[in-house]
């Protein structure tokens, strides 16, 4: 289950991006079971959903699978422990 704030790599991306395998990103909100990626760098991408803005060119919709959890959001000053998916 992911959860917005948490940072990711791409373990795979879609090749009409500009995004590598093992670009970092943080999950800016879900649409349905996708996590909205708001990745560090452009990777011509789009600006995110209607409830998940974000800069433009660095967002994409992750499959599930195409992402890894690296770091969870903190929550109180300590790290929330999460499950990837």
């Given amino acids: ?4 704030g948490q940072r990711v790599r791409a373990l795979k991306v879609n090749p009409v991006t500009k ?3 093992g670009d970092t990103g943080t999950i800016i909100g879900m649409f349905s ?8 760098r452009d990777i011509g991408g789009h600006n995110g959903s209607k409830t998940a803005k974000g800069k433009d060119g660095h ?7 195409w992402v890894e959890v690296i770091q969870a959001p903190e ?4 790290e929330e422990v999460v499950a990837s998916a």
């Fill in 19 to 21: 995004a590598k395998i």
């Fill in 75 to 78: 929550v109180d000053g300590k």
């Fill in 1 to 4: 289950m992911f959860k917005v």
């Fill in 33 to 40: 079971i996708l996590p909205v990626v708001e990745f560090d």
């Fill in 59 to 65: 967002c994409w919709l992750m499959e599930p699978h």
